[in-house]
C-alpha cells in the first residue's frame, strides 16, 4: 500500500488514523456483526454514534446550549436555498460576493427575495477580502451572508464583517474545525464536510434555535424546513449515517490532538512553510493578498500558463497529487486541510524548489 499526498480541495484527505478504525470497523463495529453502512439509522448503534458525534462537535467548537447542530444532506450548495427560504422573512439580504460559492449563494437567494451586494472582491479576480468595518447595512435586512473561506481563490476572512447587529450566517465549508471561532457571533455556521472533516454528501448546520421555526417561506419543502429536521434531531427521514460516522471518527482524532487551538497552531506553522517559500520564489508566486490568506487553500502561479501544467504533471508523478488550481482560475492551488500533514508540505516545498532549480 502506498499513498501520496493528496492536495485536493474536496473530497479530500483524510487522517489515516481514522480510515485505519473504520476499516477495522469494516466488517464488525463493535460487535455487532455489521458495517456502520449497513445498520438501520434507527437502531441503538446508531443512535448512539450520531449523540456522541454531536456532543463530541459541541466540545470541540464550544457550541452554545441554544444552537442546535443539525447533519444534513445536500452539501452545502442546498443550504444556498435553505438559508432564505428559513431566514427571508422581509424578503432581504445582505450578501459579501468574495467568490464563486458566495456568488451561487446570492444567485439563489435571489430566487427568493432582494439580495444586496455589501461589498465585492470582483474587481481583483477575488484575491483579497474587502474591509468589512462599515458595510451599508440596514435593519429591513434579514440576515448578512458571508462565505468565510474562499476555496478556489484561497481568501479568509481574518475579521467578520460588522454586521450592525442583523444576524450573520457563515458557509464555513472549507475552514470548518480549521480553528476556534466564537459560534455565539453566528446566526447559523453551516458547511459541507468533504472539505476538512469527512466524506461528502453531509454537511453541519449549527443553527441559533430562536431562528428555527413554522414561519418559513411559502413552498419550502418539508425537508428544506430546518425545524423539520430539528424537530427529528436529523433522523426526519434516512440521514448519510456514514458520513456521520466518519465525522464523529474525525472528531474524536482532533479531541485527542488538542482540539481547535492546537489544530490552528498547527495549521499556522504548515500553512507559514509553502508561504515562506512562495514569498521568496522566484518563479511562483502566491495569487492572494498577505492579509487575507487562507490558511487551508493556497492558490499560486508561475505566470506561464505551460510552466503550471509541466510542474502539476511532474508533481502528481513524484506523488504530489491534485495540485491543478481550479478550473475557473487555472495555476496551482495546494489544499492543506487539517489532515495534511507538516511533513507534505515540507515535502512539496522540496519539490517545489528542484522544480524552480531546473526552469530558470
Ligand atoms: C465546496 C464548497 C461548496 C459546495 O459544496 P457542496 O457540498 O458540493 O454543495 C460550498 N461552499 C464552499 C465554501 C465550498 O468550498
Not at 449523540?51 to 467548537?61: F, G, P, Q, V, W
Not at 458571508?146 to 450592525?164: A, F, Q, R, S, V
Not at 454537511?203 to 413552498?219: C, K, N, Q, Y
Request: glycine share 6%; hydrophobic share 40%; net charge negative.
Amino acid at each position: 500500500m502506498s499513498r501520496v499526498y493528496n492536495f485536493s480541495a474536496g473530497p479530500a484527505v483524510l487522517p489515516e488514523e481514522v480510515l485505519k478504525e473504520a476499516a477495522e470497523d469494516m466488517m464488525d463495529y463493535k460487535g455487532c456483526g455489521m458495517s456502520v453502512m449497513e445498520m438501520s439509522h434507527r437502531s441503538k448503534m446508531f443512535d448512539d454514534i450520531i449523540k456522541e458525534a454531536e456532543a463530541d462537535i459541541r466540545s470541540l467548537m464550544n457550541i452554545p446550549d441554544n444552537y442546535k447542530v443539525l447533519f444534513l444532506q445536500g452539501g452545502a450548495s442546498q443550504q444556498f436555498s435553505a438559508v432564505p427560504m428559513n431566514l427571508m422573512k422581509n424578503k432581504k439580504a445582505g450578501y459579501i460576493v468574495t467568490g464563486q460559492w458566495a456568488k451561487k449563494a446570492a444567485q439563489e437567494a435571489k430566487r427568493y427575495g432582494e439580495v444586496v451586494e455589501l461589498a465585492s472582491s470582483a474587481d481583483k479576480t477575488f484575491s483579497y477580502i474587502p474591509d468589512c468595518s462599515d458595510l451599508a447595512i440596514t435593519d429591513d435586512l434579514d440576515y448578512v451572508y458571508i462565505c468565510e473561506n474562499n476555496t478556489i481563490y484561497g481568501t479568509h476572512y481574518h475579521e467578520l464583517p460588522d454586521t450592525k447587529g442583523v444576524d450573520l450566517v457563515s458557509d464555513v465549508s472549507s475552514c470548518f474545525l480549521s480553528e476556534p471561532i466564537d459560534v455565539s457571533k453566528y446566526a447559523v455556521v453551516y458547511g459541507g464536510v468533504q472539505k476538512n472533516v469527512g466524506p461528502a454528501g453531509l454537511v453541519i448546520a449549527i443553527i441559533r434555535e430562536d431562528l428555527i421555526t413554522d414561519d418559513v417561506l411559502e413552498g419550502t419543502p418539508t425537508m428544506l424546513k430546518w425545524k423539520t429536521q430539528a424537530d427529528n434531531d436529523s433522523l426526519y427521514n434516512t440521514p448519510n449515517c456514514w458520513a456521520i460516522y466518519i465525522c464523529g471518527l474525525v472528531f474524536k482524532w482532533l479531541l485527542k490532538n488538542g482540539g481547535l487551538e492546537a489544530m490552528k497552531k498547527r495549521n499556522e506553522e504548515k500553512a507559514a512553510v509553502l508561504y515562506d517559500f512562495l514569498d521568496q520564489s522566484k518563479l511562483f508566486k502566491g495569487t492572494v493578498e498577505p492579509a487575507s490568506r487562507s490558511l487551508m487553500n493556497v492558490p499560486f502561479v508561475t505566470g506561464d500558463a505551460d510552466l503550471d501544467a509541466k510542474f502539476v504533471a511532474e508533481a502528481k508523478a513524484a506523488g504530489f497529487e491534485n495540485l491543478k488550481g481550479h478550473r475557473t482560475v487555472g495555476g496551482m492551488r495546494a489544499s492543506i486541510y487539517n489532515a495534511m500533514p507538516k511533513e507534505g508540505v515540507e515535502k512539496l516545498v522540496e519539490f517545489m524548489a528542484e522544480f524552480e532549480k531546473k526552469n530558470s
